[in-house]
């Protein structure tokens, strides 16, 4: 180890200045913070009678809530609302790269459609966008695919047919996710350095392949973090697809508490999901943001000494020989 | 050894058909603008092949400016500017000229390497990864020839146990080893060097400049914008001082920065070498 350091610094810098031994650490008594300890007490105090009163109360019936947490009509809803986070968010993933890009280009005609998209599906509730894609046969009763104003058509359909509540659902929340990720990319976007830009530029990539291989790339790490957290908004925004008649996890326990009117055992039931599952997205996004991190943080020194490793096999590979006997060391 | 450039070549430019004659770099009355700030007035320039051509002068003089408008970075106002022979940017059809699409421009970059003050490493990719990243997705080098160049380039520069390491963890005078190994990695036929020891510890100037002469040696065309005046006392075979966006005095550096004829030049030299 030793050698190591001294082979990395210039001639004469590897001889250290002559030190004594190290004395005896300063013994001192800390600060002692006393208004933590009572503000903490304090704290215990009424979170543990605030869930006193709520188990001892009543109303939320909890042998109901045991009784529907792990009923096959409540996880047969989970999985819908799974479904329709997994699918909106992809959806509105890759559509906001592409929105943000657009947004972006020098193409006028590109960011022009862009800033409008995102205009619309910004300047709206999302609650009215799904009323909106939920009722779309009252607006167009028929689709047609064809060219406008030429009376060319090519074939119809119902719109019922084409949008039933699954698609309407998917399109609301893709839709309008895709306008709030076009922002959270470009922010991304203009977060890299303009000597990225410049650097790619002047090594001969077009404007195409630095943005792909070397501004994408390093948005990301700022673009991930705050995906986890649209992603964990729209697993709860999946709830107001209800008001389609969809049967997501909250859908589901609606019409259950339309028939029997057990609302707050029902309620409790799907903030325990909801819960749960905000908790594993918010474990997953850490574990995004380390990898997305590379080369800024601690890890890239782990991720270098394992290709470094890998380099040195493949080479001893090549040349047939132990590792070891190689004489380079990296 | 280790850590310091090996020595040897670092290109090969004597196998590579230099057209003798004809400029490298030839500036015509290149005037570049800012909204209402000329940056650049009427910059007549010519370097000619193998030669190391140092740009001197006071920041904003437009010594930055003329490197970017070289390889296109910017674009000029008016005059013309040609890289080995070829107008940068614009096609010429009769009298009239037309932009170049992107792709064309980046092209033309492909033979320009540039070297930048900060840098400008890519800092998601390893020093090796930095260096291959233009041969293979630009120039479609297959990956372990690519890998094979790179590794052998970084090796010339002294970084050959570095391969493998993210620019964060280089020190200053590292990464820009990386940066001119990642620009000499596209074969250039001309290097810009933009204030390439600016950024660095005193300590870690000499790095660079050892490398950036042994280029010299090697015959490779090279602009350069610094302010170390001993590096082209010993390599440039010619000295421009830039002061408002004009070139105030150029020639051989025992004549410029030796014996200057000009007030600005004198004034100049005095306060770089005080």
Not at chain 1, 91 to 108: E, F, Q, Y
Not at chain 1, 225 to 253: D, Q
Not at chain 2, 31 to 53: A, H, R
Request: charged share 20%; glycine share 10%; hydrophobic share 45%.
């Amino acid at each position: 180890m030793t050698i190591g350091l001294n082979q990395s610094l210039p001639a004469g810098a590897g001889v250290p200045a002559p030190a004594g031994t190290r004395p005896e650490a300063i013994k001192a008594i800390p600060v002692r913070h006393w208004g933590r300890w009572i503000s903490a007490a304090v704290v215990v105090y009424l979170v543990v009678a605030l869930v006193f009163s709520f188990t001892r109360n009543h109303n939320v019936e909890w042998h109901v809530v045991w009784q529907y947490l792990f009923k096959q009509l409540t996880l047969r809803g989970m999985l819908l609302t799974l479904e329709l986070t997994v699918i909106a968010m992809v959806l509105g993933a890759v559509g906001g790269v592409v929105l943000a890009v657009m947004r972006l280009s020098d193409n006028p005609v590109l960011s022009t459609i862009s800033w409008v998209y995102i205009w619309f599906f910004r300047g709206t509730p999302v609650y009215v966008q799904i009323l909106l894609w939920g009722n779309f046969g009252a607006l167009y009763y028929k689709l047609f695919a064809g060219l406008p104003f030429t009376g060319i058509v090519f074939g119809s359909a119902l719109s019922s047919r084409v949008i039933g509540t699954f698609a309407a659902a998917i399109l609301a929340l893709g839709l309008n996710e895709m306008a709030y990720a076009a922002e959270l990319v470009r922010a991304g976007i203009i977060s890299v350095d303009a000597g990225q830009q410049e650097a790619a530029l002047s090594l001969g990539m077009s404007p195409t392949l630095t943005m792909r291989r070397v501004v994408l790339p390093q948005a990301m790490r700022v673009i991930i973090p705050t995906m986890g957290n649209e992603t964990i908004s729209m697993l709860k925004t999946t709830s107001l697809i209800a008001v389609i008649g969809g049967l997501e996890l909250l859908g589901r326990l609606q019409v259950v508490w339309s028939q029997t009117f057990q609302i707050m055992p029902l309620i409790v039931v799907a903030c325990i999901w909801y819960l749960f599952w905000t908790t594993i997205l918010t474990v997953g996004q850490h574990y995004l943001e380390a990898y997305f991190g590379k080369g800024f943080g601690e890890k890239e020194a782990e991720a270098a000494e394992r290709r470094a490793e890998r380099r040195t096999l493949r080479a001893s590979v090549a040349l047939k020989q132990p590792p070891h006997d190689e004489g380079r060391s990296r | 050894m280790s850590g310091q450039p090996e020595g040897g070549h670092l290109v090969d430019v004597a196998a590579a058909p230099t057209a003798t004659g004809q400029p490298m770099v030839k500036a015509e009355q290149v005037w570049k603008s800012f909204g209402k700030l000329d940056v650049l007035k009427g910059i007549d320039l010519e370097v000619m092949p193998q030669q190391t051509y140092v740009l001197l002068g006071p920041s904003g003089g437009g010594k930055s400016t003329l490197l970017r408008c070289i390889n296109h970075l910017e674009k000029i106002n008016a005059g013309r500017l040609w890289v080995g022979g070829e107008l940068m940017g614009y096609r010429q059809r009769g009298a009239v000229l037309h932009e170049m699409k992107a792709r064309d421009v980046a092209r033309q970059r492909s033979l320009v390497g540039m070297v930048f003050q900060r840098f400008n490493l890519f800092p998601h990719m390893t020093a090796i990864e930095n260096v291959m990243e233009s041969p293979i997705h630009v120039q479609h080098v297959p990956r372990k020839q690519a890998d094979k160049e790179a590794e052998e380039l970084l090796r010339r520069v002294g970084l050959g146990e570095k391969l493998d390491t993210y620019p964060a963890q280089l020190s200053g005078g590292q990464q820009q080893r990386v940066a001119i190994a990642r620009a000499l990695a596209m074969k250039p036929k001309l290097m810009l060097f933009d204030e390439p020891t600016s950024a660095l510890d005193p300590e870690l100037v000499g790095e660079v400049l050892d490398v950036m002469k042994q280029l010299a040696r090697d015959g490779m065309t090279m602009v350069v914008v610094t302010h170390e005046i001993g590096f082209a006392k010993e390599v440039a075979d010619g000295v421009a001082l830039m002061d408002g966006g004009v070139i105030v005095e150029s020639g051989p550096p025992r004549d410029v920065l030796v014996n200057p004829r000009e007030d600005r030049t004198k004034v100049f030299l005095s306060k770089v070498l005080a």
